[in-house]
């Protein structure tokens, strides 16, 4: 299977004071077109950064990462923002919804700089709070919302730009349990029906376990792969 996801030999370190921490050293991972992964390890492991440098949100110090063929690290921050709206979902766990708009109008956001109509964006947007299930909440306020409706939307707000890859961060943890059942079973579903890839951060095993495989990070290192399915 094609790998959409190429990393080689990455590193990557912040600078806290004077000194500089490393995070990820020498990291190498093919994620496949299709693929559900499911990251896991401990805090402080580099989950998070893996996921962000994944995203283009990110960039590496040294090494290479491509996505979709594309080497991000050579590409300006004008056009990686580019990429980043054209080719990636993000799902946070705290929902990242802007509070004073409707389900409906946080879904539409990424659309309002694209070249569809008005009419195209009302389609897309009613389409994807359709799929999960939040037709009749379209004019709620998050406020309004349980949190597994607040994360539905975020969701459908992730698919509306028909993105090649989703990434996902704990996106079940500020859950109760029924609610992230919904939310990883509509997480399966999309991947299954569109071939979505999905990249996902999660200290939950029963989350991680929705995923195709699981893959262990300790001290920026990948330590282990578990096939699910």
Avoid: C
């Avoid at 896991?40 to 440098?53: A, D, E, I, Y």
């Avoid at 491509?66 to 709206?85: S, Y």
């Avoid at 409707?102 to 009419?119: C, H, K, Q, W």
């Amino acid at each position: 299977m094609t790998a959409l996801i190429e990393i080689r030999d990455i590193h990557k370190a912040y600078r806290r004071g004077s000194q500089t921490v490393p995070v990820l050293s020498g990291l190498s991972l093919d994620v496949a077109a299709g693929e559900y992964l499911a990251l896991m390890g401990p805090s402080g492991s580099g989950k998070s950064t893996l996921l962000n440098l994944i995203a283009g949100i990110d960039q590496i110090d040294s090494g290479s990462l491509r996505v979709g063929g594309i080497e991000l690290g050579e590409l300006p921050e004008r056009r990686l923002a580019d990429w980043r709206a054209a080719n990636v979902g993000f799902i946070f766990q705290f929902y990242n919804l802007m509070p004073v708009l409707s389900a409906y109008e946080n879904v539409e956001l990424p659309l309002m700089l694209s070249d569809l109509t008005g009419r195209e964006r009302r389609e897309r947007v009613l389409a994807a709070l359709d799929r999960v299930g939040l037709s009749d909440r379209q004019e709620h306020t998050p406020s309004e919302l349980s949190g597994g409706q607040q994360q539905r939307v975020a969701i459908a707000r992730a698919l509306i730009t028909e993105p090649t890859l989703i990434v996902a961060d704990e996106p079940t943890g500020d859950l109760d349990r029924d609610s992230a059942t919904e939310v990883l079973k509509l997480l399966q579903d999309l991947n299954e029906q569109t071939g979505t890839t999905i990249v996902m951060v999660t200290h939950d095993q029963r989350a991680a376990a929705h995923a195709h495989s699981i893959m262990r990070l300790e001290k920026g290192q990948l330590t282990s792969t578990a096939e699910q399915r």
